[in-house]
């Protein structure tokens, strides 16, 4: 079994600022952790990905997210807001080998405030 | 990078007919397509797994009989929603796996906007 747990469904922040995004997930097997992003109206478009090896994970855009075993966590940072962030972005989290089945969280919608 | 299609992008219906959404993938072979739906402002459910020539497995809750899921070649999956109702109404995405030399990463496509008035 796994599962998704996205803290605040809601954030703000300020053109420029910290963007942090929390991720913490469950899973029984060792994992793959995802980050996806949604403009309205249109599909997923994958932010980055942890399979194995190095825990942090650079992804597209500025963005990156640190594999954390022992909190279970896999939060999704970038040092600078630019307003073409806004949007909503989704962790996700399947399991290595197998049937593969990926988990979604609720999402969190960022809002940049210029 | 692999690509997936969807068509329609959006559709409108009237309750009781059915709508087909075709998924495709562009550049790759998907030996395994999945349908999402999903609500506004929720997350991506996933409905159903198909695999290329077999019968898709369907997540619980999910009406097989409702949500017809075919999955005839390695770039082309259908749902189709029989006798739309409103409650039909949603977002629908589709995902592929299998291109790229990424078996575990799925490709989603843009999706489909479904009302049934």
């Known amino acids: 079994a796994q599962s998704v747990t996205q803290l605040g469904s809601h954030v703000s922040v300020s053109e420029g600022a910290l963007v942090l995004l929390r991720c913490n997930y469950s899973?029984?097997?060792?994992?793959?952790l995802f980050w996806y992003v949604q403009y309205p109206n249109q599909g997923l478009q994958l932010l980055l990905k942890y399979t194995t090896g190095a825990t942090l994970v650079k992804g597209i855009n500025g963005f990156e997210a640190e594999f954390k075993k022992s909190e279970t966590s896999f939060h999704l940072t970038k040092p600078s807001a630019h307003m073409s962030d806004a949007a909503e972005y989704f962790c996700a989290v399947s399991s290595q080998g197998g049937y593969q089945k990926v988990t979604f969280g609720t999402g969190t919608k960022l809002q940049v405030i210029p | 990078g692999a690509v997936v299609s969807q068509h329609p992008s959006w559709v409108i219906c009237k309750s009781g007919t059915s709508v087909k959404i075709e998924c495709r993938s562009l550049d790759f072979q998907a030996t395994t397509m999945f349908w999402y739906r999903q609500f506004p402002k929720q997350s991506l459910m996933l409905m159903a797994t198909?695999?290329?020539?077999?019968?898709?497995?369907?997540e619980q809750g999910v009406e097989k009989d409702k949500f017809l899921i075919n999955h005839a070649s390695l770039t082309l999956s259908t749902l189709t929603v029989t006798s739309a109702h409103p409650e039909d109404s949603s977002f629908y995405i589709c995902?592929?796996?299998?291109?790229?030399?990424?078996?575990?990463?799925?490709?989603f496509g843009p999706g489909t906007r479904l009302t049934v008035t």
């Open positions: 198909s695999n290329e020539g077999s019968k898709a497995t369907y």
């Open positions: 899973s029984s097997v060792p994992p793959y």
């Open positions: 995902s592929a796996r299998g291109g790229g030399g990424s078996s575990y990463e799925q490709y």
